[in-house]
């Protein structure tokens, strides 16, 4: 666990490059059960005017650094949230932190997420910060998500 600091700030179009890049990273991308997006589709999706209230997105700097995104979305009638952080910075305790400040920030409830049942360490992040799991399915493969056992956890 690192000592250093987590902070949250909206993002900027100079963020553009480091979150596809890390939306790219095979190795969290199996982590996450995703497919990674071609730049035309990232970009559409970088670029579009929120929808809902619901949508909250968040660059994750660590002592200064870019390092990753949370955001807040609306899918299958629920407000979810979703996260990733750059290989680089696993294990330090990131996730957590900016989980942590993301839900005192955006006070919306049940907030919901949704994680891969193999993806141990995403499992972990949500329960440290009182997700509580309540429903596992077969999630089918999809032109964005990979078959996998989803878990779904839900913050009160
Ligand atoms: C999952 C992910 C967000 C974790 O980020 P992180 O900053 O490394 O997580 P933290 O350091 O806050 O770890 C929190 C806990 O999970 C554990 N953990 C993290 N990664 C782990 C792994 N791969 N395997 C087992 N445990 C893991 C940590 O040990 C810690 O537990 P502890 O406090 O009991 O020791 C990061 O690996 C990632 O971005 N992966 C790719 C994208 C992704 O999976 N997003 C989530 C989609 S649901």
Not at 42 to 63: G, M, Q, Y
């Amino acid at each position: 666990m690192s000592a250093g600091t987590v902070q949250l700030r909206e993002p900027i179009d100079s963020d553009f490059e480091l979150i596809f890049a890390m939306r790219q990273d095979p190795v969290g991308n199996a982590m996450s059960m995703v497919y990674p997006l071609s730049r035309d589709k990232f970009e559409v999706r970088w670029n579009r005017t929120p929808e809902s209230p619901h949508e909250v997105a968040r660059i994750i700097l660590f002592d200064g650094v870019v390092v990753g995104k949370i955001a807040s979305f609306v899918a299958e009638d629920a407000v979810c949230v979703g996260y990733l952080i750059a290989q680089d910075h696993w294990g330090k305790g990131i996730a957590t932190q900016a989980l942590r400040m993301f839900i005192d920030l955006f006070e919306h409830r049940p907030l919901i997420a949704h994680a891969a049942k193999s993806n141990i360490g995403s499992c972990r992040v949500l329960e440290k910060c009182g997700f509580v799991k309540v429903d596992e399915r077969d999630s089918p493969e999809t032109e964005r998500y990979m078959a996998c056992v989803e878990v779904i956890y839900e913050l009160r």
